[in-house]
């Protein structure tokens, strides 16, 4: 099996001809819910515990805002805030830190050069 290397991207949209049908759709319901479930105590105390500080919704209650304004525009105009709205969101997601930012692929994988080895002080004997 090829491995993916581990340091790039996934771009979330490659190919636009290869796109759900709903890619340009925005459900009001569904963007509430997730807007809802942020002000939630359990997310709060999660975000809190995570990061040290409570959440901003303000990211669901802007896309839920957008959901309610594009149904009053027509289908291109739609999914020309759609569209713009997704880049904004993946532009922001891959400026954000992520894994890779921290850790470093090994290239050497050999049993000399495993972790914790040099912390280890003489080998002293069992009887």
Known sequence: MAETPVDTRISQVDNKANLPPDY???KASHAF?????CLTVGSQLRSYYRYGHKTSCGKH????????GM?????ESGKAIMEEFREK????RNSLP???????RRENTSSE??????????ETPTF
Do not use: I
């Not at 819910?33 to 479930?37: G, I, N, V």
């Not at 149904?71 to 289908?75: A, D, F, G, I, P």
């Not at 495993?114 to 003489?122: I, L, Q, V």
């Open 98 to 104: 992520n894994v890779m930012d921290v850790w470093t």
């Open 33 to 37: 819910d997730q807007w809802f479930a």
């Open 24 to 26: 340009y759709t925005c």
């Open 71 to 75: 149904k009053l525009r027509s289908e």
């Open 89 to 92: 969101e993946e532009a922001k």
């Open 113 to 122: 050069d495993t972790a914790g080895t040099e912390n280890r002080g003489p």
């Open 61 to 68: 209650w802007s896309k839920f805002k957008m959901c309610m």
